[in-house]
């Protein structure tokens, strides 16, 4: 793809997307073409403007290197598993020869649950087989069966833009003047070396943490800071005399607590630009983790105000406050105390799930590590030093609850 836009003049700017949400992405225009081993199908050319094919393979029957089921050619798939992306066309393959599939989101989860017994086979593009075995240290899978017809992978975009001449043109040149067998050279040779997990983890160090600055704290911050807002506003509904604000504070802590934040990410970010509302990947991240923070956030400053003695809204209006300033004056302070434990955890549940926003383009710690383990497959050294990172953060919070705690201790009526 990057010969490509060197060819045409224009600047190649990748966004990583799982298999399974890459055509609701591209439908929803969060990006112009798919670069991904896609093949031709007489659906996708239905659906999608489809470039002249790159590359002709064929696909391949993965299994462990004991092979402890014996499977030797597709025939022998009849009742056994199979890890396959559900949406391509090697799981309508594998299903067609009798086996169950077990959806995974790529390559390194499907070869580890091959390694680990949980499947039984893969079948996959030749290419990007041959390129794990080539690029994982220990591979710990063979290949033992081709399937009988060839797969053609194609570049797809949305129907009408008028890309695929130009791409057609530039693919055609690289055929002709080697280009495209020099990639291939250079991606699938089989003495490719892999580096190390050690220089893994120097490599990497850095764009992890530059990564955890720049995107996971802002966005944790931010959505906790709007959270709280909303969290307060829908308490302060809740407790309210009138029936509206009360409903609606219902309904809204219903929905929330009610659907799955990957489920509200997806809809936001994938749903909305159906009605025309097309929102950036870290906004849409941030209106997703504000809500959930909100609806979660809510009945836990309800408790807390509520827990606060009636005794102390009586003082307050004595003094001639009203329901307001002695809200902001005498009960929150006082409910802060018995909120900061719980609201402390949302906030550590809160950074922890910005990991999900990678669902949504968002290219944050979680995702770094995932781009930086993605070339050698190498991923145990990758998610360990990311976790590394997140148990620091979270170690930080845990710190500044304890402070928070003492300062707010004073507030506490005697």
Same mark, same amino acid.
């Given at each position: 793809?990057?010969?490509?836009?060197?060819?045409?003049?224009?600047?190649?700017?990748?966004?990583?997307?799982?298999?399974?949400?890459?055509?609701?992405?591209?439908?929803?225009?969060?990006?112009?073409?798919?670069?991904?081993?896609?093949?031709?199908?007489?659906?996708?050319?239905?659906?999608?403007?489809?470039?002249?094919?790159?590359?002709?393979?064929?696909?391949?029957?993965?299994?462990?290197?004991?092979?402890?089921?014996?499977?030797?050619?597709?025939?022998?798939?009849?009742?056994?598993?199979?890890?396959?992306?559900?949406?391509?066309?090697?799981?309508?393959?594998?299903?067609?020869?009798?086996?169950?599939?077990?959806?995974?989101?790529?390559?390194?989860?499907?070869?580890?649950?091959?390694?680990?017994?949980?499947?039984?086979?893969?079948?996959?593009?030749?290419?990007?087989?041959?390129?794990?075995?080539?690029?994982?240290?220990?591979?710990?899978?063979?290949?033992?069966?081709?399937?009988?017809?060839?797969?053609?992978?194609?570049?797809?975009?949305?129907?009408?833009?008028?890309?695929?001449?130009?791409?057609?043109?530039?693919?055609?040149?690289?055929?002709?003047?080697?280009?495209?067998?020099?990639?291939?050279?250079?991606?699938?040779?089989?003495?490719?070396?892999?580096?190390?997990?050690?220089?893994?983890?120097?490599?990497?160090?850095?764009?992890?943490?530059?990564?955890?600055?720049?995107?996971?704290?802002?966005?944790?911050?931010?959505?906790?800071?709007?959270?709280?807002?909303?969290?307060?506003?829908?308490?302060?509904?809740?407790?309210?005399?009138?029936?509206?604000?009360?409903?609606?504070?219902?309904?809204?802590?219903?929905?929330?607590?009610?659907?799955?934040?990957?489920?509200?990410?997806?809809?936001?970010?994938?749903?909305?630009?159906?009605?025309?509302?097309?929102?950036?990947?870290?906004?849409?991240?941030?209106?997703?983790?504000?809500?959930?923070?909100?609806?979660?956030?809510?009945?836990?400053?309800?408790?807390?105000? $509520?827990?606060?003695?009636?005794?102390?809204?009586? +003082? *307050?209006? &004595?003094?001639?406050?009203? =329901?307001?300033? @002695? /809200?902001?004056?005498?009960?929150?302070?006082?409910?802060?105390?018995?909120?900061?434990?719980?609201?402390?955890?949302?906030?550590?549940?809160?950074?922890?799930?910005?990991?999900?926003?990678?669902?949504?383009?968002?290219? $944050?710690?979680?995702?770094?590590?995932?781009?930086? +383990? *993605?070339? &050698?497959?190498?991923?145990? =050294?990758?998610? @360990? /030093?990311?976790?590394?990172?997140?148990?620091?953060?979270?170690?930080?919070?845990?710190?500044?609850?304890?402070?928070?705690?003492?300062?707010?201790?004073?507030?506490?009526?005697?």
């Amino acid at each position: 793809m990057k010969a490509v836009g060197e060819r045409l003049g224009v600047e190649v700017e990748f966004v990583a997307t799982p298999w399974d949400s890459m055509f609701a992405a591209l439908a929803a225009g969060r990006f112009d073409v798919v670069a991904n081993q896609v093949n031709v199908n007489p659906e996708r050319e239905k659906l999608y403007d489809l470039s002249d094919p790159y590359v002709d393979t064929a696909g391949v029957l993965v299994v462990a290197e004991d092979n402890p089921e014996g499977i030797e050619e597709l025939s022998d798939l009849k009742g056994m598993r199979a890890a396959e992306n559900l949406t391509s066309s090697w799981a309508e393959v594998a299903k067609d020869h009798g086996a169950e599939i077990v959806g995974v989101d790529g390559m390194n989860e499907a070869m580890s649950s091959l390694k680990e017994g949980r499947v039984d086979a893969i079948v996959n593009d030749k290419l990007a087989v041959r390129n794990y075995i080539a690029t994982s240290p220990d591979p710990g899978v063979k290949i033992v069966a081709e399937t009988d017809d060839q797969a053609q992978s194609v570049f797809a975009a949305k129907k009408g833009t008028g890309y695929m001449p130009e791409i057609n043109q530039a693919l055609a040149e690289m055929e002709e003047d080697g280009t495209t067998q020099a990639i291939y050279d250079k991606y699938f040779s089989a003495d490719k070396a892999a580096p190390s997990a050690w220089d893994l983890v120097k490599d990497n160090a850095w764009p992890m943490a530059w990564a955890t600055i720049k995107v996971t704290i802002p966005l944790t911050a931010i959505s906790f800071a709007i959270g709280l807002v909303l969290a307060l506003v829908t308490a302060i509904g809740r407790m309210s005399t009138s029936a509206v604000p009360r409903a609606i504070a219902r309904a809204y802590i219903s929905i929330i607590r009610g659907t799955p934040l990957l489920v509200q990410l997806f809809l936001i970010f994938y749903a909305l630009p159906e009605i025309g509302i097309d929102l950036p990947p870290f906004v849409a991240a941030v209106i997703a983790l504000s809500l959930n923070v909100g609806g979660y956030a809510a009945e836990v400053i309800r408790s807390a105000i $509520e827990s606060i003695p009636k005794g102390q809204w009586e +003082a *307050a209006q &004595t003094i001639g406050m009203g =329901p307001r300033t @002695a /809200l902001r004056r005498i009960i929150l302070p006082q409910a802060a105390r018995t909120a900061i434990p719980p609201l402390s955890n949302t906030l550590v549940s809160l950074l922890k799930d910005t990991s999900l926003t990678s669902i949504i383009l968002v290219v $944050e710690l979680t995702q770094t590590a995932r781009f930086a +383990a *993605a070339p &050698t497959f190498q991923y145990m =050294p990758m998610f @360990a /030093l990311a976790a590394l990172y997140y148990w620091i953060i979270c170690t930080i919070l845990s710190v500044l609850q304890d402070r928070a705690e003492e300062r707010f201790s004073r507030y506490v009526a005697a």
